[in-house]
């Protein structure tokens, strides 16, 4: 069975700092791409940033640039999001992503998401 599980959401007050976790299982998690992605109401879920496999190469949303940090451990079938310097625009609900793709099909599976709310 699948799982992504998120965690490390919650409130945090402006120019403060969260870490999100996403354990992964049921899958070759090292094979996998992984992303976060982020979802406010009434707009589109948003691409906040990704990681290779082992590369490990990563790409960020400009809006998070300098600010957010992902990174993966594949030993412990977990990718992270570092949040620093958090602002009211960061708030949305933030979602874990693992995708891999083949000559013959793509194998893609979501978490079930984690709210991050930042407010003073």
């Known amino acids: 069975q699948v799982q992504l599980v998120e965690s490390g959401g919650g409130l945090v007050q402006p120019g403060g700092s969260l870490r999100l976790s996403c354990a992964a299982s049921g899958f070759t998690f090292s094979r996998y791409s992984m992303r976060w992605y982020r979802q406010t109401p009434g707009k589109e879920r948003e691409l906040v940033a990704g990681i290779g496999t082992i590369s490990g190469l990563t790409t960020y949303a400009d809006s998070v640039k300098g600010r957010f940090t992902i990174s993966r451990d594949n030993f412990k079938n977990t990718v992270y999001l570092q949040m620093n310097s958090l602002n009211p625009e960061d708030t949305a609900v933030y979602y874990c992503?693992?995708?891999?793709?083949?000559?013959?099909?793509?194998?893609?599976?979501w978490g079930q998401g984690t709210q991050v709310t930042v407010s003073s």
């Open positions: 992503y693992a995708r891999r793709t083949s000559p013959r099909d793509v194998e893609d599976y």
